[in-house]
């Protein structure tokens, strides 16, 4: 059937330029569909020109909307309906943006008051859950285990030219002390357990956060003309030192991606149905199955980890991407089957469903991932159709009757 | 303190809301049909019959904003030329100006400009309310300073700031082009 997306689409672009809004990626395209054909260059003076842009603005909108409303709402019997509808959600909506200030009042004024009632809570959520923290294991090369966590601080172990201390803000620091020969690099692994989150400092002095659930493995000193590390499983959002004679590659399961100067969050969870790689600064490579494309800041790639291992480029919100490493969940146009297992993954807990509707339940908001499980859980819950039961470890999920 | 709202379910979604499909693209598919038939009557009984055949026909239609606006704009286009086709056939056989069927490429760049006008107008709504009046009868319906004055029962002074604020305000938002389509588009209808 005859559709007109691109139309659409182009409208957006040149309304856009019009009013001024057009974001990177689409200049970009407006830019590409400009340079395209003299055709299009001409359609686009068309469209903005002043005169037609007048002529347009006189004409549009002189209509008698109440008139044809009422025309079609009689001929399609929709009014009534709508008319009760809408107004319950009306007040609803005011409902909760007052209890929404309300409650903000109440926190600022009155924290003992609300530890207090946060206390009465626990009893609906026996064994409230807390919010994860800085927690890993950092493997030696030897097979030696350290468990890391905020107690230990300052040097934890030296060897040759390599020390590696934790900083006070709790992150890992590789500090390397002179030139290493390439013949025997040794490779240490950062892990993650679910419910903790730790950063480290590479020796090359290039950032990197670990979300729950993540396993990191890289060289304790990099040499010659490539800095490769691997991530194993799990998201990690990278702040790169870029160097001409040595490019970053992050090895992920099923591609690799290459810094070309940058700051960029890769998420490659098992189980999940793509890896993502989401660009905030600079510019990077994503390659996987001999493909590979260069994302410009504000773009995502998607390698499908399925049989077909295709390479899809879309345009983002970088915030979305590196909400957790901020120490939010962000949830905008989320299912709650994801919202469940990023919870899953931070409070440790297990999740079940009563009925797999409610997976495709959406969700726009966000909170603090400090809180304990249960207030998170209550904020979803005010939402309406949802009804969680915590027991066991395992956070049970209905649909409201 | 976090907040969450939930948007909808995909099961809700089988259920669209036809007063704000009506509220979005009625404007913009009355303007996309005059284009084509040139006539203010045609083009909104047009639109009218369009989401009335929407309506009718949504448990066959996905229920995804970008398809329900496909089938809206396909109708009126449809609706549009037959228009147009008869309207030929009856000036050919009166022997009086017969019209022409447009081209494609017309019809499709119509599409656009509708497209385009329906967010210009909205930017210019989303000016605040007491600047929209202000600017309707200052810059569209080119009243004096001491008319508009009168009407909205303020001083010519204060007329005369709130329309700098507008000018302002236009400014950070739109493009030049744009201003100068707001301030000489009120020329249009300056009376002496």
């Known amino acids: ?401 | 303190m976090g907040r969450i709202r939930k948007l909808y379910s995909h099961k809700m979604t089988a259920d669209p809301r036809l007063d704000l499909l009506f509220k979005e693209y009625y404007d913009r598919l009355v303007f996309f049909s005059w284009q084509i038939t040139k006539d203010k009557q045609q083009s909104e009984d047009i639109a009218q019959d369009a989401f009335i055949a929407y309506w009718q026909q949504r448990n066959e239609i996905v229920s995804h904003p970008v398809a329900i606006k496909n089938f809206l704009y396909r109708s009126v286009k449809n609706a549009s030329l037959n228009v147009v086709r008869h309207t030929r056939v009856v000036g050919q056989f009166q022997n009086s100006h017969p019209g022409t069927e447009p081209a494609e490429e017309y019809i499709l760049e119509a599409i656009i400009s509708a497209e385009i006008i329906a967010e210009v107008n909205l930017a210019i709504e989303s000016l605040p309310p007491h600047l929209i009046k202000l600017t309707r009868l200052s810059f569209l319906e080119g009243k004096k300073n001491h008319e508009v004055a009168e009407e909205l029962e303020m001083s010519v002074n204060t007329v005369k700031k709130q329309k700098q604020r507008v000018l302002e305000l236009l400014k950070m938002s739109l493009h030049p082009e744009l201003i100068i389509l707001l301030v000489t588009y009120g020329t249009f209808f300056t009376r002496e």
Not at chain 1, 128 to 156: F, H, S
Not at chain 1, 322 to 336: C, E, H, I, Q, Y
């Open chain 1, 1 to 401: 059937m005859e559709h007109f997306d691109d139309l659409f689409d182009l409208g957006r672009l040149v309304s856009g330029y019009l009013k001024n809004d057009l974001s990177p990626e689409e200049q970009l395209k407006l830019d590409n569909w400009l340079s395209a054909s003299a055709d299009n260059r001409t359609t686009f003076q068309r469209l903005t020109s002043e005169t037609k842009l007048k002529a347009d603005y006189g004409t549009f909108g002189e209509t008698d909307k109440q008139t044809a409303w009422e025309r079609v709402s009689a001929e399609t019997g929709y009014r009534k309906k709508t008319a009760h509808v809408s107004n319950r959600f009306r007040i609803t909506a005011v409902a909760s943006l007052i209890f929404i200030l309300f409650i903000g009042v109440f926190l600022y004024l009155n924290q003992a008051e609300l530890s207090r009632i946060a206390a009465g809570k626990q009893d609906r959520y026996k064994n409230d859950i807390r919010p994860g923290g800085n927690r890993a294991t950092l493997t030696l090369a030897g097979g030696k285990k350290i468990v890391l966590d905020n107690t230990n601080q300052g040097l934890l172990t030296e060897s040759g030219h390599l020390a590696i201390r934790q900083d006070a803000g709790g992150g890992l620091r590789y500090v390397s002390g002179g030139n290493s020969s390439a013949a025997d690099v040794a490779y240490n692994t950062l892990t993650t357990p679910n419910g903790g989150t730790f950063s480290i400092t590479l020796a090359d002095g290039s950032k990197i956060w670990l979300n729950a659930g993540t396993s990191l493995r890289f060289p304790e000193v990099f040499t010659g003309r490539e800095r490769k590390i691997e991530l194993l499983y799990g998201e990690a959002y990278f702040e790169v030192k870029h160097e001409e004679k040595a490019p970053f590659i992050v090895k992920t399961p099923n591609g690799l991606v290459e810094d070309l100067g940058t700051h960029f969050n890769i998420s490659a969870y098992r189980g999940a149905t793509a890896e993502r790689t989401t660009l905030l600064e600079g510019s990077v490579r994503v390659s996987a199955n001999r493909r590979n494309v260069t994302l410009v800041p504000g773009q995502e790639a998607a390698v499908s980890t399925g049989q077909d291992a295709g390479i899809r480029v879309a345009a983002c919100d970088p915030a979305d991407a590196v909400a957790w490493k901020n120490g939010l969940f962000l949830f905008n146009n989320a299912r709650l089957e994801s919202i469940m297992d990023e919870i899953g993954r931070w409070y440790n807990v297990r999740v079940s469903y009563g009925n797999e509707a409610v997976k495709n339940e959406v969700f726009l908001g966000s909170i603090s991932r400090f809180k304990n499980v249960s207030e998170v859980l209550d904020l979803l819950e005010k939402t309406g159709n949802i009804h969680f039961e915590l027991k066991d470890n395992t956070i049970r999920v209905q649909s409201k009757q």
